[in-house]
């Protein structure tokens, strides 16, 4: 199926390998496939309310520009690929259940963005803003940012279980919650950490932290309470006294403290 802007209309294809282009966006409209292996590429967004299903089998979705304006894209069962050139505001996605990777150019802006179980693959080449991201269980690589100027501000980035790499290279993370569940879990971050928490649940995980991490362990508000290693409130804190992150191996007390790798 080949055509222009798809602009307040309803599509719905059933079962089969479909494919399906479309030059410009999807506009206030519906799409539907069934299952199958399909292809939906789009030179523009999807937008203004769009709703975009597709079902079980192994899809590839690409937005030539952003996903934005309340708009859905629903994907089934399956190893799926979603390539978008641009943003994802205010919008929902879900990747469902399998070995998923998305790439987005450039942020995740008030938006939700989650998949099922099964080892996906999230690179984002902007920042995170009010939004949250979950991956589910099984082995997930995240990474978010580029270098270029972004933060993680008022956001939820939740790995679920299982062994999960996570790459930070932002310039600030703020009012932030990150969450990795068992596993040995490997944590990259490269940014300014204030206000924000960091959980890496039960498991050993392998931390490496930029030196402005550090300073803002040092300087770190001394009325939170006492607790677990895995509070972030502008660094690490266990026990009530900042331990150094990167020398820290998850499940250990102040005080036990066991050098986990350079």
Known sequence: LVGEEINSSAISLGSGDNFM??????????VLFGGGNDSLILGDAIEDESSVGLGEGDNFVYVGSEIQGASTLTFGGGSDTLIVEDDVEASTVDLGLGDNLISVDASII??????????????????????????????????????SPASIANSTIDLGGDADTLVVNVDAISASTITAGSGIDTL??????TGSSLDLGDGDAYISVGSSVLTARRHAARERAPGRVGELGGGLRSGGEPVPLHRLRRGHRHGERQPVRP
């Open 21 to 30: 282009f479309g030059g410009s966006d999807v506009d206030s409209s519906t």
């Open 110 to 147: 008030t938006s939700t963005l989650m998949a099922g179980s099964g080892s996906d693959t999230v690179i984002i080449g902007g920042g995170v803003s009010s939004s949250d991201i979950s991956t589910g269980a099984d082995a997930d690589f995240v990474q978010i940012g580029s270098g």
């Open 188 to 193: 990259l971050v490269d940014s300014t950490v």
